[in-house]
């Protein structure tokens, strides 16, 4: 089984910046989407950024230019740098992933990592 844990959320003005990371363990193939996905009260979850096990990138609309996604697949580690924070980034941010197995895709999932942006 694999467990995700995410870190590096907080508080932070307007224009600034956080880096969320997201460290993988247990039974992780080598194909594998990790993805960031955000969900702030009362809203839908939204996918923020995705990049997959060889590097291809996705971004949100509401976030391109602004954030970056990117592994260490020796660490197993995805990384969300998150630049010029608006108010509306504020959400709780999750960690994602989807791997291939032979059966199919797996989804694990983090806890979650508050992200607050003040005005």
């Known amino acids: 089984q694999v467990q995700l844990v995410e870190s590096g959320g907080g508080l932070v003005q307007a224009g600034g910046s956080l880096r969320l990371s997201c460290a993988a363990s247990?039974?992780?193939?080598?194909?594998?989407?990790m993805n960031w996905y955000r969900q702030a009260p009362g809203k839908q979850r939204e996918l923020v950024a995705q990049i997959t096990s060889g590097g291809s990138t996705y971004y949100a609309d509401s976030v391109k230019g602004r954030f970056t996604i990117s592994r260490d697949n020796a660490k197993n580690t995805v990384y969300l740098q998150m630049n010029s924070l608006k108010p509306e980034d504020t959400a709780v941010y999750y960690c994602n992933l989807k791997g291939l197995t032979k059966g199919g895709w797996y989804d694990a999932w983090g806890q979650g990592t508050q992200v607050t942006v003040s005005s």
């Open positions: 247990g039974s992780i193939f080598s194909i594998n989407t």
